[in-house]
Structures are given as structure tokens and as C-alpha cells.
């Protein structure tokens, strides 16, 4: 119910509305070492770099555990190998959900956020589940819009 709800509301960005061309489809560059990796963050890295781009024409996204039932994401940049920023937050990963294209800046992740959060003008919010789109912008994500959403049904 979830989805006819939310499709209701025609605000919602759209992953149209951001596209990104073209998408880069040569050969990945190998990761660049970090300063203070480890050995699972850069086999991660690695793994990721083998795959296609998939996010805003030349990035990889991709997700991995960080510790508990946390779920993190970092995004790379497969032309150069460098570690271009993390998600905006750790999320619960039993709500997490997130949806992208390799050919759109735009983002949408819904879920718990575990390192608390703002709204877009910077002011606290009360920890519970919610619907995020973000607008991948100079290598940071802009949050355009955020609400309080629905949590799913746990299995």
C-alpha cells in the first residue's frame, strides 16, 4: 500500500528529471588506496570496481555492512578509483531500501537512519523511519526532500 500512497503524491522527484549523460562505459580504473583503510573496506572497493557503473554517468554505488545490522554505501568513481564520498547516513538494515540509475543524479533511500539526521534546513530530527531523495551534486548528496514514511512489515 505503500507504493499507491506515495505515487499519489506527484512531487516526488523523478529519476528523469536529473539524467546524466553519457555513461561512462570504459574500462574501471583500480581502486586508490586509502589512508586509513583496512582490508575489508578495500577488497569491498575492489569487488565494487569489477562491476558496471550504475549511478550519475561514471560511479558505482554500492552497499555493505558497517558494523551490527548497520548497511552503509560508499560511491566510487570508476574512471579514477577514488572514494568519492559515503551514503549521508548508517541505516537500520532491516528497513533499508534504496533506488538508483546509472544515468540519473538522483537517489531515493528510505529507512532508519542510525547517526540521527536533519531536514534540509539543518534542524534535528526525531530518529524514525523515512522516505530521502538526494540530489548527487559535486560529489555530495543535496537532500531535496524528506518525509516520514511507512515503515515495512519485517519479515
Known amino acids: ?16 528529471d536529473y539524467t546524466v549523460t553519457p555513461v561512462f562505459t570504459g574500462a574501471n580504473h583500480e581502486p586508490v588506496p586509502q589512508e586509513n583503510g583496512n582490508a575489508m573496506m578495500d577488497q569491498a572497493r575492489a ?14 554505488l554500492y552497499r555493505l555492512g558497517c558494523g551490527g545490522s548497520a548497511i552503509c554505501g560508499e ?7 577514488d572514494v568519492v564520498v559515503g551514503l549521508p547516513n548508517a541505516y537500520d538494515g532491516s528497513t533499508f531500501d534504496m533506488a538508483y540509475q546509472p544515468d ?8 532508519l ?13 526525531e530518529s524514525r523511519y523515512r ?6 551534486v559535486n560529489n555530495e548528496f543535496r537532500l531535496l526532500t524528506i518525509t516520514d514514511a511507512e ?5
Do not use: C, W
Not at 500500500?1 to 528523469?16: E, L, N
Not at 522516505?131 to 548527487?136: L, T
Not at 515503515?151 to 519479515?155: E, F, H, K, R
Open 1 to 16: 500500500m505503500a507504493i499507491a500512497t506515495s505515487m499519489a503524491f506527484a512531487a516526488d522527484p523523478d529519476f528523469k
Open 113 to 125: 537512519a542510525l547517526d540521527g539526521e536533519e531536514d534540509a534546513q539543518g534542524n534535528r530530527l
Open 104 to 111: 540519473s543524479r538522483l537517489i531515493f533511500i528510505s529507512g
Open 131 to 136: 522516505d530521502r531523495y538526494y540530489e548527487f
Open 75 to 81: 560511491v566510487l568513481d570508476a574512471r579514477t578509483g
Open 151 to 155: 515503515s515495512p512489515p519485517l519479515d
Open 47 to 60: 569487488r565494487a570496481l569489477k562491476g558496471k557503473v550504475n549511478f550519475a554517468g561514471h560511479y558505482i
